[in-house]
């Protein structure tokens, strides 16, 4: 079992609606939570992080944990074209130790 | 401020060579970690450093090896390249706060 699992997607959604990304992690020593978004070719790019419990909002985004359940996700509202890429969920182990999903690959269609 | 910089940012190789992989981290910043990118593995952690320590490593073999300087600038090395050591290879600086990592361009490594 990875530690850090993601649906590889692709997760399909029309322009203007809401796009849900969902990890799970198996680590309950992981304390916090990243997210990225990485376009073709390019690095990972640092959407936002979480560490407590509940909701945290930036801009459209907004990132739920839950630790009971250890699961993360990522929804993204008015998704639009350019929100296309991949996604990347990471978990803190300690010492700036990330441990990544796969990634789950996002399609906005226009 | 200046992102993270990365040089080189392509590199082909052949098997058996070595390589140097340099990397910048944004000012001020004292932890850089360095991770691999493949498709069949996806990001993987190499180690981290921080003032010139390393403090965490992951699970790769003694080839790959790093190193950190008074500046926090931080080079990593592989000896005895391997075809399978194709990659993208990664490197993030985070000032600690929280523990954000601002990811650098990569430096995609070709091994022939």
């Known amino acids: 079992q990875k530690e850090v699992e993601q649906n590889s997607g692709p997760l399909s959604v029309p322009e203007g609606a809401i796009a849900s990304l969902n990890c799970t992690y198996s680590d309950r020593g992981s304390q916090s939570f990243f997210w990225y978004r990485q376009y073709s070719g390019k690095s990972p790019e640092l959407i936002m992080f979480?560490?407590?419990?509940g909701d945290k909002e930036d801009g459209r985004f907004t990132a739920q944990l839950n630790k009971a359940s250890q699961y993360v996700s990522l929804l993204i509202r008015d998704s639009q074209p350019s929100d296309s890429a991949t996604y990347l969920c990471a978990g803190n182990t300690g010492f700036q130790k990330l441990v990544f999903g796969t990634g789950t690959r996002l399609l906005v269609s226009p | 401020k200046a992102g993270v910089t990365q040089t080189p940012r392509y590199l082909i190789k052949t098997r058996g060579q070595q390589v140097t992989l340099s990397c910048s981290p944004i000012s001020g910043h004292r932890s850089v970690s360095w991770y691999q990118q493949t498709p069949g593995q996806g990001l993987q952690f190499l180690f981290e450093y921080f003032s010139e320590t390393q403090r965490n490593k992951g699970n790769f073999p003694g080839r790959f090896s790093g190193r950190q300087f008074s500046n926090s600038r931080s080079e990593m090395n592989v000896s005895t390249l391997e075809l399978g050591d194709s990659a993208l290879y990664l490197c993030a600086s985070s000032s600690g706060l929280n523990n954000e990592q601002f990811f650098g361009p990569g430096t995609r490594l070709t091994v022939l």
């Open positions: 979480i560490y407590s419990n």
